[in-house]
């Protein structure tokens, strides 16, 4: 199987759909002529042309709603936001248009767009270009959230994301586009709403999603050489969707759970997750459920500081060690 | 007597055409007096934003349209919907939140769909709905055909920045979309002199490179013929056209506030009652000799009627289903 990069894997995902589907164009700052502000639209001007590989202003709420509109009349819309960051300014458009011209319309009219784009903290941009948006996003009905966290699965939801019939949002992180693992080559489809085991375990579950999968499975490899712990890391995938069923099921198994994301704790993603289990899994439960999120702060700029606010490994020991009464 | 045949029968087309719009209007103004009514007796709950005063504006822009053409609007859509061609059952039972209505009861008053007849909403934010007009504008170029896509907004909208990332991408992707700018005066209860630096809502064209004209509200067939221009420019190569097309509400904002009070006076709303659009096309039409008052009874009491088996169907209409809660949230 070939290795690609996580933006590769975009890459590939976009080219295949846009090649299969001429209902499908990318819109967006800098997709065209600069080949992506994060290169994950490198050759689709030159291969598809400039009616589908669209070139924008600067006006996230403008371009948005264009292509909602877009998606009104049958097109199948991927819009690209530089990041998330900026996407907050075509909040009204994903949220009082996307998500609700289907239901409102009395289902006449669906939104087949992706929105997607990096998401979460990179090295030292300071608070306003570092932050992680799935809470806010995954509230809304009529949406799907989906945050890959391999490349693998970054192909496939992206490819499920623009074949669904709904608007869906595909968080890339923004400090995952150059890591590699093995990409399926051609048809290759993540079901939104599956989460997946990227680690076996039996004493806790760690439950994460995007980079936080990263920050896991190294406190997974942490907690196997330094205690013997055999800590379970299941990837969410989809936020919404949340994959409930695969949730309980690793609970059952180890009676233990820490969730890690990168938002902010105050009605995280983690929140959620906590809801489901003492609702659903409480008789299962060993221990409080825990929780490692970024600090409670805008992200500072100073490096030092940043790391403090950061979910780290060790954070995640130290949550796993409490989980399991060790200290 | 000859010479004369052609020139008549073409008259006649436009003399039609001129009873086909009027007829339109009293349907919109009869419709609209039996909501404030319903409103009243609580048959219809929300906001509801009548558009007494502005009929001219929907009928002569819709009658220039094709079927095949896109219409978008804000949430004061009532008459685009009726002019449109949605039934006034359809439209009122929406209205009543009943499981007949053109949303099936989950828009109401400020969300009128229908997909058949390419009317693509009734929008709740203002401004919010520019951007889609420019996107179903650009579904038609993207595909090379030569539909064009009139959207519906107030001039407050023309604050807010979605109208202008609208006109401007419209503008540099050369997108044949219509921008109707209904320019009642008034967002609520704010005068647009109060807040707006540039009054004249056609000079924002300027900042676009977009064609623009001014255009008296009142008068049906100027507004037609204004829309007829725009829609040859937009058909032909797809440019967009801003139209400030000058009306007046004289209903209030919503059904919540008074005619006039705090914000207008009531002398000011009796002054632009004379210039009402459809005692205007009636003046006219009987100038020309070709409406008597027999006439304008009888297509008043057809609208009348219209509205009344509007209401009885919406009254008898069931609502939703409860099952209808959930469904519709996502498409399959």
């Known amino acids: 199987m070939p290795t690609l990069t996580y933006r590769d894997a975009l890459n590939q995902a976009l080219r295949e759909e846009m090649q299969r589907d001429t ?44 292509g909602v509109g877009a998606a009104m009349a ?24 996307a998500a609700k011209i289907l239901y409102e319309s009395g289902g006449q009219i669906p939104i087949p767009i992706v929105f997607r784009g990096p998401n979460g903290a990179a090295l030292q941009l300071a608070a306003q270009h570092s932050q992680a948006w799935e809470t806010w996003l995954a509230h809304i009905p009529g949406l799907k959230v989906v945050a890959p966290a391999t490349p693998a699965d970054a192909k496939g939801l992206l490819k499920s994301a623009i074949r669904d019939n709904n608007p869906v949002i595909v968080l890339e992180g923004e400090m995952l586009y150059n890591t590699k693992g093995e990409v399926p080559d051609g048809e290759y489809l993540v079901p939104i709403g599956k989460a997946d085991v990227k680690r076996d375990g039996r004493d806790v579950t760690l439950l994460c999603h995007s980079k936080t999968v990263t920050t896991a499975l190294k406190a997974a490899e942490l907690l196997a050489g330094q205690e013997g712990v055999s800590a379970e890391v299941l990837d969410l995938r989809s936020l919404r969707p949340l994959d409930e069923a695969a949730i309980l099921a690793s609970l059952r198994k180890t009676n233990r759970a820490v969730v890690v994301e990168e938002g902010w704790p105050h009605c995280g993603i983690g929140a959620q997750v ?10 299962h439960l060993d221990a409080p459920v825990l929780r490692v999120t970024q600090a409670d702060v805008p992200l500072p700029y100073n490096k030092q500081l940043e790391r403090l606010a950061k979910p780290s490994p060790d954070k995640v020991v130290a949550a796993v060690r409490r989980v399991l009464y060790l200290d | 007597m000859t010479t004369a045949t052609a020139p008549a029968s073409k008259d006649g087309a436009q003399v039609e055409l001129q009873r ?19 409103y009243a007796l609580g048959k219809i709950g929300g906001f509801c934003h009548l558009y007494i005063g502005q009929e001219a504006v929907a009928v002569g822009s819709l009658a220039a349209l094709r079927d095949d053409d896109y219409v978008i609007s804000s949430y004061r859509e009532h008459g685009q919907a009726l002019a449109r061609g949605i039934p006034a059952t359809a439209v009122m039972a929406e209205l009543f939140g009943k499981a007949t209505g053109c949303s099936k009861g989950k828009g109401g008053s400020m969300h009128l769909f229908d997909a058949s007849k390419r009317f693509m909403g009734g929008h709740g934010i203002v401004g919010g709905h520019i951007p889609l007009a420019a996107g179903l504008g650009f579904a038609i170029r993207y595909r090379g055909g030569d539909q064009v896509c009139l959207c519906f907004f107030g001039e407050a909208a023309v604050n807010i920045g979605a109208f202008h990332e609208a006109l401007n991408m419209a503008s540099v992707y050369k997108l044949p ?44 067939s100027a507004v037609y013929e204004a829309t007829q221009r725009a829609v040859r420019r937009a058909r032909s190569g797809g440019h967009p056209t801003l139209l400030e097309v000058r009306t007046y509400r004289f209903m209030g904002h919503s059904m919540s506030d008074p005619l006039h009070g705090v914000y207008r006076t009531k002398e000011e709303v009796e002054e632009q009652k004379k210039r009402d659009p459809i005692s205007h096309l009636v003046l006219a039409l009987k100038e020309e000799g070709v409406l008597d008052d027999a006439a304008l009874e009888a297509l008043d009491q057809e609208a009348r009627a219209v ?13 939703p289903d409860p099952s209808e809660l959930g469904t519709h949230v996502l498409a399959d």
């Open chain 1, 274 to 283: 906590v809801d489901l289990i003492q609702r659903d899994a409480f008789d």
């Open chain 2, 177 to 220: 979309v219509i921008f109707c700018c209904e320019n009642n005066h008034y967002g609520m209860g704010t005068a647009f002199d109060r807040v707006a630096a540039v009054t004249d809502v056609v000079e924002h064209a300027c900042s676009y490179d977009m064609a623009a004209e001014l255009v008296n509200g009142m008068d049906v």
């Open chain 1, 74 to 97: 049958g097109l199948r819309p991927v819009i690209e936001f530089m990041t998330w960051n900026f996407a907050v300014l075509a909040l009204d458009q994903i949220v009082n248009s």
């Open chain 2, 307 to 319: 509205v009344e088996e509007a209401v009885k169907f919406a009254e008898a209409s069931p609502d």
């Open chain 1, 23 to 66: 209902n499908v164009f990318l819109m967006g700052e800098e997709v065209g002529l600069y080949q992506g502000a994060y290169k994950v639209s490198r050759g689709l001007l030159e291969e598809f042309g400039p009616m589908r590989v669209v070139d924008t202003p600067i006006a996230e709420l403008g371009f948005a709603g264009l």
């Open chain 2, 20 to 38: 086909r719009m009027l007829r339109q209007m009293l349907l919109i103004r009869r419709f609209e007096e039996k909501a404030a009514e319903s």
